[in-house]
Every structure is written in C-alpha cells, then in structure tokens.
C-alpha cells in the first residue's frame, strides 16, 4: 500500500503561481494531479511516467502548468503559474502501480483558491 500526502495548497490572487508537492510512501509506476471543484466532477490534471518521463495535460492549463518530479525521492510536483479563479479547486495528488490500468492510490487532496 502506498500513501501519498500532498501539500502546497492555498489562496492566491489570479496571475499568482503556487507549486504543489506531493510525496508517496513507495515506488510508483506514474503519478498524476487530478482536481475537483465544487459541484463539479474530479477531472484530470496532469500525469507524469517515470519510466520515459513523459507527461501529459488537460487542455485547459497546457503552457500554465508544469509537472516534474523526482523518482528516487518518490515526489511529484505541480508547478502552476498565471492561475485563474477557474482553477479553484482541490487537487488530488494519484499514483498507479506497474501493470495496474487504474489510478489505485489517492492523496486526501489540497485546497487551491484563486480570487478574482
């Protein structure tokens, strides 16, 4: 069982940038940022592999948002620049195991908030 903790959350103004973190407890296949906001559903943010250190993003933060991390540490980060109040949520930090097709460990989640 791997547990991840997050931290980096908080309130900033629009145009602010804060940078997320999140360590797991064990090794991982790939981790990823997920975030949901109120009423919304959970939606993908970014995911990074390890392996190939190949990454990918949701549309809506390509070229705002930067994950990288450190495999030997186990840590993910989450760099996010010029933020927008419609990027409030909480953020999920998710990891998934080699050979396993779902993203099987979860972080309890950081709250962001972005004020116009």
């Known amino acids: 069982q791997v547990q991840l903790v997050e931290s980096g959350g908080g309130l900033v103004q629009a145009g602010a940038s804060l940078r997320l973190s999140c360590i797991a407890s064990?090794?991982?296949?790939?981790m990823a940022w997920f975030r949901q906001a109120p009423g919304k559903e959970r939606e993908f943010v970014a995911r990074i592999t390890w392996n190939s250190g190949g990454t990918s993003y949701v549309d809506s933060v390509k070229g705002r948002f930067t994950i990288s991390g450190d495999n030997a540490k186990n840590t993910v980060y989450l760099q996010m620049n010029s933020l927008k109040p419609e990027d409030t949520a909480v953020y999920y930090c998710?990891?998934?195991?080699?050979?396993?097709?779902?993203?099987?460990?979860w972080g309890q989640g950081t709250q962001v908030t972005v004020s116009s």
């Open positions: 998710a990891a998934r195991s080699l050979f396993v097709n779902n993203w099987n460990y």
């Open positions: 064990g090794r991982t296949y790939a």
